[in-house]
């Protein structure tokens, strides 16, 4: 069982930027894919950025691409989700997700994926 907390979220006007946290326990972190999703009101949960378990590869969703950037640190525990140039749009309750599988983001089946609870950026016009 991996638990996954995620930190960090708030609001902010179009254009700012925000940073988003998440802290795993109980499991070896380095061993897990991490990864962002993200759920606006009315529409399913949608990815937005994932990592493998070294750092060493990344990949985005093409509505946040060269605008946020995932990275991790294994000596904490911790993934981060750097946000940039924040548009209304990006408004939503963002989750991490840890998973053994770094296919999971690419739309492989996993069976196993660990969810936060989720925190909610707002951005303003």
């Known amino acids: 069982q991996v638990h996954v907390v995620e930190s960090g979220g708030g609001s902010v006007q179009a254009g700012g930027s925000l940073r988003l946290s998440c802290a795993a326990s109980?499991?070896?972190?380095?061993?897990?894919?991490m990864g962002w999703f993200r759920q606006a009101p009315g529409n399913e949960r949608a990815f937005v950025a994932a990592?493998?378990?070294?750092?060493?590869?990344?990949q985005y969703a093409d509505s946040v691409k060269d605008r946020f950037t995932i990275s991790r640190d294994n000596a904490k525990s911790t993934v981060y989700l750097q946000m940039t140039s924040l548009k209304p749009e990006d408004t939503a309750v963002y989750y991490c997700t840890a998973t053994r599988s770094y296919t999971y983001y690419s739309g492989v089946p996993d069976d196993t994926v660990y969810w936060g609870q989720g925190t909610q950026v707002t951005v303003s016009a």
């Open positions: 990592i493998n378990w070294s750092g060493s590869s990344a």
């Open positions: 109980g499991r070896t972190f380095s061993n897990y894919a």
